[in-house]
């Protein structure tokens, strides 16, 4: 069993940056890939960029390709999302997730854990 516990959201001005935590609890974090997934209002969940367990990052599309990084660190427990030049369009709740494959994660959503989100605002 793995819990993943979000920080880092909050409410910045368009060009702003900002860096999200998941600290996940147990002892098989490494085991994990790790992904985050973000809801707007009124849209479905998506997909927006997961790093496989050897560090293999997998992004959505190019609308993030360049301003968000992944990144993990496995003697912490803990993955992270660095958002940078954020746009309105960013603003979403964004879920933390772990899975068997960062590749599966982004073509078919396939996850076993989620995070409660964090509120990520983007004012323009």
């Known amino acids: 069993q793995v819990q993943l516990v979000e920080s880092g959201g909050g409410l910045v001005q368009a060009g702003g940056s900002l860096r999200l935590s998941c600290a996940a609890s147990?002892?098989?974090?490494?085991?994990?890939?790790m992904g985050w997934f973000r809801q707007a209002p009124g849209k479905e969940r998506e997909f927006v960029v997961a790093?496989?367990?050897?560090?293999?990052?997998?992004y959505r599309e190019d609308s993030v390709k360049g301003r968000f990084t992944i990144s993990r660190d496995n003697a912490k427990n803990t993955v992270y999302l660095q958002m940078n030049s954020l746009k309105p369009e960013d603003t979403a709740v964004y879920y933390c997730a772990a899975g068997p494959s960062a590749q599966a994660m982004g073509v078919i959503g396939r996850t076993n854990y989620w995070g409660q989100g964090t509120q990520v605002t983007v004012s323009s």
């Open positions: 147990g002892r098989t974090f490494s085991s994990y890939a």
């Open positions: 790093i496989s367990r050897s560090g293999v990052v997998t």
